[in-house]
């Protein structure tokens, strides 16, 4: 609530006044200015909500899709493609891992797009794990777990969860004519992002080092 510079009394929550009520200072600035302040579009509660069904989601796909069978042709096929990709780790380390999620991330944020990029990245996932149990012999589920125990994995779920909830939230936004202030808070989930895949990249490098 605003109050009057002159003489300190709240002033009405009527946009239109133009002169405080009580010693006629004018206030038109002060009331666009706190008309200014931004709204989420949403209450908190609602986008803990969404931000948790979305995470249940990204875990659920990506197990999903480890327990689908695949072929051991395809097992093999991927099997050569992440051995290619564990020498390009080896040799950029934090850098590798933290671009490549982070784009990831950032697609995720499109409004539309964002979900289905997430969608297929995840099940593609679950599918590296289905190929390790075909060769390895090892139950899918029991992989999936064993990543899960390691916080950098959780990081990069937090930091896929909140990217695509702030995708719809977006959406919702344009419905209801709130998209300029939604813009401001998707920056800065977007920071939080940042930060978070930094840490999960420098993280998975310590592990893997310490192996």
């Known amino acids: 609530m605003s109050h009057c510079p002159k003489c300190g009394i709240r002033l009405p929550e009527d946009e239109d006044a133009r002169f405080c009520p009580s010693c006629g200072a004018p206030i038109s600035r002060i009331i666009k200015s706190r008309a200014a302040k ?7 509660k609602s986008r803990v909500l969404v931000f948790l069904i979305i995470l249940v989601l990204c875990i659920s796909i990506t197990l999903i899709s480890a327990l689908t069978g695949i072929e051991r042709s395809e097992a093999n096929e991927i099997m050569q493609e992440m051995s290619k990709m564990e020498d390009v780790i080896k040799s950029a380390g934090v850098q590798i891992i933290f671009g490549n999620n982070l784009i990831h991330t950032l697609i995720m944020f499109i409004p539309l797009a964002g979900p289905c ?3 297929y990245v ?8 289905a190929a390790y149990s075909i060769l390895y012999d090892v139950d899918p589920a029991t992989l999936f777990s064993m990543i899960l125990i390691h916080p950098f994995a959780w990081m990069e779920y937090l930091s ?4 695509i909830s702030e995708s719809l939230w977006m959406i919702y936004a344009v419905i209801k004519r709130n998209f300029r202030n939604e813009i401001i808070v998707a920056s800065v989930t977007i920071v939080v992002c940042n930060v978070i895949l930094l840490l999960a990249a420098l993280v998975e490098v310590a592990m893997t080092i310490s192996l």
């Open 38 to 44: 931004i709204h989420w579009t949403g209450s908190l």
């Open 117 to 119: 990029w997430g969608t």
């Open 122 to 129: 995840l099940y593609n996932t679950g599918r590296v794990f």
């Open 160 to 163: 896929y969860a909140l990217a």
